[in-house]
């Protein structure tokens, strides 16, 4: 885990994306997404750093998949700090964020409760 890339704009984990070994973060300008990224363009025109920040329930863009929406609504009840140290403690338990593609465990739900519990306590 690379913790210091720590969470996208729109709720991805960086730290954990098996791109980062050649792209910085979404702020570094080497994301592939980049140009037609929603959450990226209506962050930057609300001067917020990360949908996180954002007052609106929105699942505009990637918010739609319920893995970076389950990690925004995560950040906005217990911090970024509590999800960089929960996605490391899973991760060091085993649990992939791509497993396949950029398939992993992490999106394997169909309610964001659920998601967020295995986020909490890394079971199912
Ligand atoms: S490809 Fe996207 S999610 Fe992966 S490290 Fe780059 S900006 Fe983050
Ligand atoms: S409206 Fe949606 S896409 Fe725009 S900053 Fe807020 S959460 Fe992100």
New binding site residues.
């Given amino acids: 885990m690379k913790r210091e890339l720590a969470i996208a704009?729109?709720g991805l984990a960086c730290c954990l994306c098996s791109k980062n070994n050649w792209c910085g973060g979404c702020n570094s300008e080497q994301c592939p997404d980049k140009a037609q990224c929603?959450?990226r363009e209506?962050?930057l025109k609300?001067k917020?750093s990360h949908?996180y920040e954002?007052t609106?329930n929105?699942k505009?863009?990637v918010?739609s998949k319920i893995k970076p929406y389950g990690f925004?609504l995560f950040v906005k009840r217990y911090g970024v700090d509590i999800l960089l140290e929960c996605l490391e403690r899973n991760e060091n338990n085993g649990i992939v964020y791509h497993r396949k593609g950029l398939l992993g465990d992490y999106d394997d739900f169909d309610h964001v409760e659920e998601l967020i519990h295995f986020i909490k306590t890394g079971k199912r």
């Fill in positions: 704009r729109c929603e959450n209506c962050s609300n917020i949908c954002c609106q929105c505009k863009g918010l925004t």
